[in-house]
């Protein structure tokens, strides 16, 4: 340790460059007069930061004296809510370690973890604190509850001077988000193999009794949605769609939703008139919900879950319909129901991809979840028989327009009206139009054997997989 003189400069070699210049300088000019000012100025400079910057300072950093590079920058404030994390970046200098406050002001469980590693789940309302690094570069934190970083839910930790770019492929800042090259793809010419079973369309008549007490348990499970292809699917009681329930005008419904998920789950039912914010909460897993309305309205009405990414839980199988019947509604020989939906393949085995489904960009459309599955199981129908076809477009996104080959509709109810009923204007619809949460039904007969395809006349969207077949007879 150097000590230094009263009154005098420090006893180190920065002490003694003002004396080391002066003589030197004198020494040159007696001894080169030809030598200009400016080159002996240059030389001496060379010399000043020899002396002055030495390759091993204190801590190994290459440090002015008496200055050193900062080791912990913080604590920055960071606020979770239900899909942002604010502010969305921080900037911080090369080589520093991060304390983080970061609190949950949402109202669903949210975390942050520094490359996705971890995954303390933070309720609403608490916080915790967090110190990261040392960082050389830029790097990403993110919320690890499905959909959340995909919707926004993360932080960019800058480093300064770091010209790499962190946000390549989360769809934050505008990137694309989950695209992934692994992602799974349908052969549309593929079979199903043997044993596969289609969701079964047909729809019984409203059963007996005004009270209905239905319970729906929500489940994460495997599933195949095209032949070969397999998703994570969010499911109500375990099938895509969900249970199709029935009623009548005047009659309650208690529903009890069981959730036993991962993450939190909710469920939305537009036949009801209820407060949002107490029936359609979201719960979390193991929780339960009881909710009860009566169905005052007729028509076909859409059921989803509701929590945030909403189009993400829908996407991923979370959707249904519920009948009220209209009063007088007149008995027909078969009933069946189609739900319209999208697919968004993530990789095999895992839930859709969020990006795709952002971008309005579905790698299929289908009828009751999976692929073009009513040409490999037509559906029977007598020859003659009066058939109603109830419809409801889950999307999130496509537009349906229900048609079927070689047959005309004579009756039309859609949202809750009759367009169109038989009489003696001999009036006659050729397709049913529908926007996402939308319903309705037509009627009508074959009347010839034969295999009657029918489709979403979007026709993009039936080579994509929303098209099937009516059979008639042995054709």
């Not at 010839?448 to 979007?458: C, E, I, L, S």
Request: hydrophobic fraction near 35%.
């Amino acid at each position: 340790m150097s000590t230094q003189p009263a009154g005098g400069p420090p006893r180190t070699l920065a002490g003694k460059i003002p004396a080391i210049l002066t003589s030197t300088l004198e020494f040159l000019r007696s001894r080169m007069p030809a030598i200009t000012s400016a080159l002996v100025l240059g030389l001496l400079l060379g010399m000043v930061i020899v002396a002055v910057v030495p390759g091993d300072g204190p801590a190994g950093r290459n440090t002015a004296a008496g200055q050193t590079a900062p080791t912990t920058v913080g604590p920055f404030d960071i606020e979770l809510g239900d899909l942002y994390v604010k502010p969305s970046s921080i900037t911080v200098p090369p080589g520093a370690t991060v304390t983080l406050r970061v609190r949950n002001a949402g109202k669903m469980d949210h975390s942050l973890e520094l490359d996705g590693t971890g995954g303390q789940l933070l309720k609403p309302g608490e916080e915790t604190t967090v110190t990261w690094g040392p960082f050389t570069s830029s790097v990403q934190a993110w919320c690890t509850v499905a959909g959340h970083r995909e919707s926004g839910m993360v932080l960019d930790i800058l480093v300064a001077g770091d010209a790499g770019d962190t946000t390549g492929d989360t769809g934050h800042s505008g990137h694309s988000a989950g695209a992934d090259n692994a992602n799974a793809t349908i052969d549309f010419a593929a079979k199903p193999d043997e044993g596969w079973k289609p969701y079964d369309p047909s729809v019984a008549p409203a059963p007996g009794g005004t009270h209905h007490r239905i319970t729906l348990t929500v489940r994460e499970e495997e599933q195949e949605v095209a032949p070969g292809v397999r998703q994570l699917r969010w499911t109500f009681n375990g099938t895509v769609p969900g249970p199709i329930l029935r009623g009548k005008v005047g009659d309650l419904f208690t529903i009890t939703l069981v959730n036993e998920g991962t993450m939190e789950h909710s469920i939305d039912f537009h036949a009801s008139k209820v407060a949002p914010n107490v029936e359609m909460r979201t719960i979390r897993p193991g929780e339960r919900l009881e909710y009860q309305f009566k169905a005052n309205h007729a028509g076909i009405y859409y059921y989803h879950c509701g929590a945030d990414p909403m189009i993400y839980h829908i996407t991923n199988g979370m959707y249904g319909a519920l009948i009220v019947d209209p009063p007088g509604l007149e008995p027909v020989a078969k009933e069946i129901v189609l739900v319209q939906s999208e697919v968004f393949l993530g990789p095999q085995g895992k839930p859709g991809d969020l990006t795709k489904m952002h971008a309005e960009q579905p790698d299929a459309v289908v009828f009751n979840g999976y692929v073009n599955q009513y040409l490999h199981a037509p559906i029977k129908i007598d020859r003659g028989e009066r058939v109603r076809v109830w419809l409801v477009n889950a999307g999130p996104n496509e537009i349906s327009s229900f048609h079927v080959i070689g047959t005309i509709f004579d009756t039309v109810y859609k949202e809750g009206a009759y367009l169109l009923r038989p009489d003696d204007t001999r009036g006659g619809s050729q397709a049913l139009d529908l926007m996402p949460a939308q319903g309705g039904f037509v009627e009508f007969t074959l009347d010839r054997d034969g295999t009657y395809p029918f489709v979403t006349h979007k026709m993009a969207s039936a080579h994509k997989g929303a098209i099937g077949l009516f059979q008639v007879g042995a054709a």
